[in-house]
């Protein structure tokens, strides 16, 4: 609502492109951008970002890599016998849906594949480069929402998949937004790399419901002077983000940022545990549960209960949107290194920002601000391809199989 027409078009590379995830952003954004539904749950459609230059939906061009092979079109009709999408939505948004498969590339690594880490980053930044210049896109962003990966081994081990993708759109001269759990930009080899590419880059983890949650009660148990004496949850849920979830490394890789949005609103972790189980009846919907033990005045002992029951893929899509959207435009206007202010999307934000949702919504409308007041400064590009050459290709080996395509 708030790009010219004139304006090149951006992309959108998603990692894990046939995941429901990813379906669910093709789907609702051609569906929002032909009027048969509205952009809710869309913050960057809301009045606070008219005129901050972001790029329209119209304009936006989806592409991506997988190691699945499932075509958009066939899972998005799995996803409305669901009821993740609404009957009759995906058919609609056919044409739109087959041109972002015809965009999506084999990724990697996969079982047998003998390649190096340095032909994966070569090839991922390859192919990236040949869909912005196919396209005629002026820019591209890349966006990790595939499947959760084990944390990293340490110095010497492999490469994590989602680290070489984010090397990849490193080297391609594309920002990159992780919003997974998954190591990423996160890992050392990678942070150095982005700290000299000079783009910006986000995440990680979308905050989409449980911690979303947290976000908010744990400010009000702080500011209301309330000692929590224990915080204990519960996830059921199924889908591909279940199953990749009921791996013990992987689930661990997840809490981690549920706890960290604890300890910056409380100043304390609080004693509990968050479980999270694979029910692979449910598919995409999960069910979350929080029990909150904490004294009041003169120590009465008290509970709150909370349960939220959602979709993931709708409740994750409009935030992929918008962050696609933000860094876009923060690139376009030269802005570089970690954008702290979109941690209002996320559980373990890079960069330095409050943990307060109502915080990080404040901090989050004066980058709107901030891209507005930039007004009709021209793009300050950086060359195709140029990133920088420390993208891990010392190590050897490979990882293991690929997830991207199964988060849920």
């Not at 079109?73 to 044409?95: D, F, H, S």
């Not at 979709?311 to 923060?330: E, F, G, N």
Request: glycine letters at 14%; a negative charge.
């Amino acid at each position: 609502m708030s790009a010219s027409l004139s304006r090149p078009r951006v992309g959108v590379w998603l990692i894990g492109a046939r995941g429901s995830v990813a379906t669910t952003v093709v789907t609702g954004c051609a569906a929002v951008t032909a009027g048969l539904h509205p952009p809710t749950g869309m913050v960057t459609e809301t009045q606070a970002f008219t005129d901050s230059g972001l790029p329209a939906l119209s304009d936006l061009v989806f592409g991506g890599h997988d190691t699945v092979d499932c075509p958009l079109p066939k899972r998005a009709e799995t996803l409305t016998a669901g009821g993740v999408l609404p009957p009759g939505v995906a058919a609609a948004v056919t044409a739109e849906l087959a041109a972002a498969d015809r965009e999506i590339r084999p990724g990697g690594p996969t079982p047998g594949d003998t390649r190096s880490e340095a032909e994966l980053i070569t090839a991922f930044a390859d192919d990236i480069r040949d869909f912005m210049h196919r396209n005629e896109l002026g820019r591209a962003v890349v966006v990790n929402v595939a499947s959760t990966e084990p944390a990293s081994q340490g110095p010497g081990a492999p490469l994590p998949a989602s680290t070489l993708y984010a090397l990849a759109a490193l080297r391609a001269g594309c920002p990159y937004v992780n919003f997974t759990p998954s190591e990423g930009m996160h890992h050392p080899v990678a942070a150095r790399a982005a700290e000299r590419s000079g783009l910006p880059y986000a995440g990680r983890d979308g905050k989409t419901g449980q911690t979303l949650l947290r976000a908010v009660l744990g400010p009000m148990f702080a500011q209301r002077a309330l000692d929590v004496r224990a915080w204990s949850g519960t996830n059921l849920l199924g889908g591909g983000d279940g199953a990749a979830l009921a791996d013990p490394a992987a689930a661990a890789a997840k809490n981690a940022g549920k706890e960290r949005v604890l300890a910056d609103t409380l100043g304390t972790v609080p004693e509990g545990e968050v479980h999270i189980d694979d029910v692979p009846a449910l598919g995409d919907w999960k069910t979350a549960w929080d029990h909150i033990a904490f004294d009041g005045f003169l120590g009465t002992r008290m509970v709150l209960q909370t349960i939220w029951q959602g979709c993931d893929s709708a409740l994750a899509a409009p935030l992929v949107l918008d962050l696609a959207r933000l860094t876009a435009r923060a690139h376009e206007v030269g802005v570089s290194g970690p954008l702290g202010e979109l941690g209002f999307y996320f559980k373990d934000p890079v960069g330095d920002g409050p943990a307060s949702l109502g915080e990080q919504y404040v901090a989050l409308r004066r980058l709107g601000e901030r891209l507005r007041a930039a007004g009709s400064a021209g793009p300050q590009e950086r060359p195709q391809g140029e990133g920088t050459q420390e993208d891990g290709t010392q190590h050897a080996g490979t990882q293991g199989e690929g997830t991207q395509g199964k988060r849920a």
